[in-house]
Each structure stands twice: as C-alpha cells, then as structure tokens.
C-alpha cells in the first residue's frame, strides 16, 4: 500500500542517529543521505522512510504512530534499548501487549521530534 514515508525533523544530525540505532535493531540502514535527508530501507537508492531537514517541522498529533515489523522480540528489545540510548523516549516499555493479540510483542517510543514510533513482533502475522 505505501511506497514510503517522510517525517520531518528539525536536527538531522540527531534524529538520524536515534533512526540508525532504532532501524539498525530491526535490520534497515541508510540507503542514501545528502544534505538535508536521510533515507532508510533495504536496498540504496530505495528508501522506505526518509528524514527530511525542515526547521519548522512538528509531529501529528495524538492518534498518529508508525509501527515497524521486528524479525524477532530479541530485535524488539534492542529497538527500544539503543533508541533510549540516542535520546529516544520511552512511551511504553517492550513486552507482550494482550489487549492487541496473545503473541503481540512491542515496545514504544518516542523520537528527538516528537514522532510516535513502536517495533513490533506478532506470532499471529507469521
């Protein structure tokens, strides 16, 4: 359905250090960069989520979030743990989440921007 997604960030420098540290457990990586964005995915040239510099930038408001699919809850833990490490916040800690699905492992966290993020793992998806 989606080819990619941008957010706008207002220090590239720091968000895209939160973004390879919380991409990075989940198994992206910069696939391209210049000056004012930073794109993430799997392959160069293609990405998937992109970092653009915009001063004026503001995250949506309450209801908004992007969840990333974890290969593993392993990964979902270093999602959460290196994200916190690189100024993330924490806006729900990792583990089983019941009232989404018996097997629904996430953590949630919140970027330098504002931005809503979570990482997830379903048994059920699989």
Sequence with gaps: MLHHISLGVRDLAHSSAFYD??????GFRRVFEDATA???GLIDGQDLLCLKLRLEAA??????????SAPSRSAVDVFHATALAVGGHDNGALGLRPEYGDNYYAAFLVDPDGHRIEAVINANDR
């Excluded at 995250?59 to 990333?68: C, N, V």
């Design 38 to 40: 930073v794109g993430y």
């Design 21 to 26: 540290a919380a991409l990075g457990a989940l």
């Design 59 to 68: 995250p949506p408001g309450p209801g908004f979030h992007l969840a990333f």
